[in-house]
């Protein structure tokens, strides 16, 4: 595909879409992780002497204007951060956007309202997509976390742009959660967790292709052990996904993949900050959750098989945490592993979501490869499906 390296915008309108949907509280970030993720491609657009339009969705408004979810605090931090004037367009589309994007001067920065104040954004209506590109001369999608919708602004706007590139941020993304896990460096490791096997099914399938080994951790393991046949007492199990844990497990199997499940469970009577927490004696030599209590992180022998299977890995990739980290006595497995990850040598990739929410927590974040900025947008390229705001892009 046609990469942000290879243009020249001198003078020239650009579009960009940008995942600028932040977490906010009472109106103030409280993450810009995904701003600055998109920093790289706007300074090197602005230096290349773009007149640059900005476009984002922010949150679900429900095809509405509503200022809870306008990108107001989203440009002041922008323009923070790039220490110039970053002006915000009260709408995306409309006259009143159309005067500022035509009175830009190369080198400047507009921000347009968030493009799901309009139903139109998310069926991808035709007209809405061309009024967005308006005389845009180039398009650069960098919103890898909006990279999974087929909407008008991730998609139905590449039709009305001559060229259509990708940004940095989707460049690194596509590298680290596409191309390196094709021909990994060896042990590569997956770690997943998180609290449904059949949210994870299909991303499992895809990375038993290519990896050495799983580790599995979260309330999903609980559906395992049950298929296994373990009393898993009050824990969080998918029953009806039963003989689908089991048919993984035998498919591990036969390929030769070591599929490891938690050795033991921390478990609690109460699930509450402060909660008094015990280990399950070891699956196999009567280990199992007895009924009023549930699973709530792995066990300590678990976290020292973890430790260890991390520091033999060459490659390793993990989505969902392996316990509930939100609390702190939940959190001890969770921990461990962003910990053995920082401390490891291999290929860390924090494949987005909640996973990369509990390293922020830990202040381990600097210490991992790569972080994606996609929930599911990363699930989805790592199932091996394609991404329609990918897709969509010029090829080179
Ligand atoms: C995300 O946060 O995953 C993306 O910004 C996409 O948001 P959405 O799930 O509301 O489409």
Request: net charge negative.
């Amino acid at each position: 595909k046609l990469s942000i390296r290879n243009l020249d915008v001198s003078s020239k309108e650009v579009l960009m879409r940008v995942d600028f949907n932040v977490p906010l509280k009472d109106g103030e970030i409280t993450d810009d992780t995904r701003i600055q993720a998109a920093v790289p491609s706007i300074k090197h657009l602005l230096a290349g002497g773009a007149k640059l339009v900005l476009c984002s969705h922010m949150g679900r408004p429900d095809g509405k204007a509503d200022p809870k979810y306008s990108l107001a605090p989203t440009a002041k931090r922008l323009g923070e951060i790039l220490g110039q004037n970053v002006e915000l367009a009260p709408d995306c589309v409309g006259t009143e956007a159309a005067e500022l994007r035509k009175k830009l001067q190369p080198g400047q920065v507009l921000v347009l309202e968030n493009t799901r104040y309009h139903a139109e954004e998310e069926a991808n209506d035709a007209d809405f997509a061309k009024s967005l590109a308006g005389e845009a001369e180039i398009f650069v999608n960098d919103a890898f976390g909006t990279a999974h919708r087929a909407h008008a602004s991730t998609e139905g706007v590449t039709k009305f742009i001559p060229r259509a590139a990708m940004g940095f941020l989707i460049e690194s993304e596509l590298e680290y959660l596409d191309a390196k896990l094709e021909n990994p460096e060896r042990p590569f490791l997956v770690i997943m967790g998180g609290s449904k096997v059949s949210d994870k099914i299909q991303v499992i399938s895809a990375l038993m292709e290519k990896a050495d080994s799983f580790l599995i951790g979260g309330a999903m393991a609980n559906t395992f052990r049950k298929a296994q046949g373990y009393k898993t007492g009050d824990s969080r199990v998918e029953n009806d996904k039963l003989d689908l844990a089991l048919e993984i497990l035998a498919t591990a199997k036969e390929k030769g993949v070591d599929f490891l499940l938690p050795a033991d469970t921390r478990i609690t009577q109460e699930f509450k900050d402060g909660a008094t927490t015990q280990v399950t004696g070891i699956y196999g030599q009567g280990g199992e959750t007895p009924d009023g209590w549930e699973g709530i992180d792995i066990g300590d022998v678990s976290i020292q098989q973890f430790e260890a299977e991390i520091a033999k890995a060459k490659t390793i990739i993990w989505n969902g945490p392996v316990g509930v980290f939100e609390i702190e006595n939940f959190a001890h497995g969770t921990k461990a592993i962003a910990e053995a990850m920082a401390k490891s040598d291999a290929v860390t990739i924090v494949g987005g979501g909640d996973s990369v929410t509990a390293v922020n927590k830990f202040g381990l974040d600097d210490k991992m490869t790569f972080i994606s900025t996609g929930g599911g947008a990363s699930l989805e390229l790592l199932e091996g499906k394609t991404l329609p705001g990918v897709a969509a892009l010029s090829e080179a």
